[in-house]
Structure formats: C-alpha cells, structure tokens
C-alpha cells in the first residue's frame, strides 16, 4: 500500500474513519524498525526464544507460528477488532502498528508474570513446563510414534501411574526434581514397550491426560475430530482445519472450494475498481502487484 502512495497520513484525509494496520516484525519506530527479519527472528527479540527448547541444546522456534501468526496476525486482528469498536463511541479511525517482536512477548506475558512462582527459575529445560518434568514431556512408543503426557496435578498422575502400570508407593515424590532425569528414563522405558494403539486403549477414557501425538495427515481421521467435524475437505480433497472458534448462532461456512493462487483474483479485483488493464500491466511490470493465472488440467 505504501510503497503505492497510500500510507495513513493519505487515506485518513480522505476517510476520517478509516483504521490502517500496519503489520511488521519489528514494529514502526526503533533500531530495528527497517531490518530485514523472519518469525525466529522476532522470536529471538521478544526473550521468548530463550525458553524454548530442552536441556543442554539450543533453543529451538515452534515453526513460524508464535511470530508470524500468533503475535503477528493473531494480535493484528485484534487491534483492528479493537479500532473497530472504539469507532463506535469517536467515530474516528486510527493507525495500528502491529510488532511481532511486541505481540510475541504480550501473548508470552504468562512467561513474566509467573516467575514469581517459580516456575521458571531454573535452566531451559528443567523445569515444570519446558519438558523438565517427566509427567510433562512425549514418549516414544513401539512402533516409532509418540505419546504426550500433561499429568501435573496430582490427580492426574496418579492415574499415569496406574495406566503405566507402576507402583507409585515405589516411587518418588512426583516434584522431586533431583529424581526428574530418572523418572524420565523409567517412563520411557515403559511408553516404549507397547504401540501407539495399545496405550490409546489404556488412557482413553481416562483423566491421566495422556493422548497420542497425531500426525497432520492422522488428525483428521481421529475419532474425536470427526465427531466435531474439526476438520474440512475441499473440492480438490485437500483438508484443512474448520473455522474456529464455532459461534452457537452465527457459526462460519467454510468455503470448499479449493484455495486461490498467490494473485489468481488481482486483475478481476483492480477491474472492480475501476483501473483499465494498462494500469493494471504498468504496476505489474513495476513489481508493484503480482498477477498469476490458474493452469488448465488436460
């Protein structure tokens, strides 16, 4: 938009009301406001990427989604959503500089806020929820998959225990920390005996909170999936997630058709608005829009 002319400054002299979003890594203003960078990269200056990862190795980022999508797209959306009913009252519009860099840390808050507790007081990887724990980790099973254990109340370990078929009286205190690393090598153990199926059986139904870790080819297929119809097939029989959350009066209708290309619909859409496809060709071939056509099937 901008690199078109139309910035805020712009667009607000000729819409009052109009509310502009602006979705960066590293927010408008500081150091780092024109640098290149990706969702590690944001990931690494928030102080998030510290805490990711296990023992004695480096910190890892969970894919690009806490950046990218989740303090990014996820928290952009919600200032709009924010800016929309402020409106309401000042029927004015404003500017939202959404940071990833900032709405990494914000949806991280929990991460400051409870260290207080204790929580995290000690190295990455030791502790309560950053696979420390041994009733908070996943196991392997027989056949080369996985299961994830969330057992942190005592309630619910017990039932782990029972499920594994251990004698908790044998055992040692669950928060023991000095005996974490050998209950760790002890559960494994155990996971590693039976399949994926078989300890299925044994925790369904259960409140060990103990579930299997589910390929993105296999969840769709799961019984519990299915039943809520969590997940979608479009016309060309590719699956993705159903719309979410799901509203009881208003819920979304996905569309089934298949998803567009990157600029299938650009031209239609400049058409629409009043541009003649020589304007149309001199942004594309100044790089400012991207114009791509769907491949016939013979």
């Given at each position: 938009?901008?690199?078109?002319?139309?910035?805020?400054?712009?667009?607000?002299?000729?819409?009052?009301?109009?509310?502009y979003?602006?979705?960066?890594g590293?927010?408008?203003?500081?150091?780092?406001?024109k640098?290149?960078?990706?969702?590690?990269n944001?990931?690494?200056?928030?102080?998030?990427?510290?805490?990711?990862?296990?023992?004695?190795?480096?910190?890892?980022?969970?894919?690009?989604?806490?950046?990218?999508?989740?303090?990014?797209?996820?928290?952009?959306a919600m200032?709009?959503?924010?800016?929309?009913?402020e409106?309401?009252?000042?029927?004015?519009?404003?500017?939202?500089?959404?940071?990833?860099?900032?709405?990494?840390?914000?949806?991280?808050s929990?991460l400051?806020?409870?260290?207080?507790?204790?929580?995290?007081?000690?190295?990455?990887?030791?502790?309560?929820?950053?696979?420390?724990?041994?009733?908070?980790?996943t196991y392997?099973?027989?056949?080369?998959?996985?299961?994830?254990v969330?057992?942190?109340?005592?309630?619910f370990?017990?039932?782990?225990?029972?499920?594994?078929?251990?004698?908790?009286?044998?055992?040692?205190?669950?928060?023991?920390?000095?005996?974490?690393?050998?209950?760790?090598?002890?559960?494994?153990?155990?996971?590693?005996?039976?399949?994926q199926a078989?300890?299925?059986?044994?925790?369904?139904?259960?409140?060990?909170?103990?579930?299997?870790?589910?390929?993105?080819?296999d969840?769709?297929?799961?019984?519990?999936?299915?039943?809520?119809?969590?997940?979608?097939?479009?016309?060309q029989?590719?699956i993705?997630?159903?719309?979410?959350?799901?509203?009881?009066?208003?819920?979304?209708?996905?569309?089934?058709?298949?998803?567009?290309?990157?600029?299938?619909h650009?031209?239609?859409?400049?058409?629409?608005?009043?541009f003649?496809?020589?304007?149309?060709?001199?942004?594309?071939?100044?790089?400012?829009?991207?114009?791509?056509?769907?491949?016939?099937k013979?």
């Amino acid at each position: 938009m901008e690199k078109l002319g139309l910035g805020p400054e712009i667009l607000l002299r000729e819409n009052p009301e109009l509310i502009y979003a602006r979705l960066t890594g590293f927010g408008q203003t500081g150091t780092y406001a024109k640098s290149a960078g990706h969702d590690i990269n944001y990931l690494a200056l928030s102080g998030v990427l510290s805490r990711l990862g296990r023992k004695d190795e480096n910190p890892y980022a969970p894919l690009n989604l806490l950046a990218d999508f989740a303090g990014g797209g996820v928290l952009c959306a919600m200032g709009i959503i924010m800016a929309l009913y402020e409106r309401t009252r000042s029927s004015k519009g404003q500017v939202i500089d959404a940071s990833m860099v900032e709405g990494t840390a914000y949806l991280s808050s929990f991460l400051w806020k409870s260290g207080i507790l204790g929580i995290w007081n000690r190295p990455r990887g030791e502790n309560l929820l950053d696979s420390g724990a041994p009733f908070y980790e996943t196991y392997k099973t027989s056949d080369g998959k996985f299961m994830a254990v969330g057992s942190i109340e005592p309630q619910f370990y017990e039932q782990l225990i029972k499920g594994l078929g251990l004698d908790s009286s044998k055992l040692p205190s669950q928060f023991s920390i000095s005996d974490w690393p050998e209950m760790k090598k002890l559960f494994a153990d155990v996971f590693s005996q039976k399949t994926q199926a078989e300890w299925c059986r044994i925790f369904d139904g259960t409140d060990a909170c103990v579930t299997p870790v589910l390929s993105i080819e296999d969840a769709a297929s799961h019984l519990h999936n299915k039943e809520r119809g969590s997940f979608i097939k479009n016309d060309q029989e590719e699956i993705s997630p159903r719309p979410s959350p799901l509203l009881s009066r208003t819920p979304a209708t996905p569309s089934l058709r298949r998803d567009p290309y990157i600029g299938e619909h650009t031209e239609e859409i400049l058409l629409e608005y009043g541009f003649t496809k020589e304007e149309i060709a001199k942004l594309h071939s100044d790089k400012l829009i991207e114009i791509s056509y769907p491949k016939a099937k013979l």
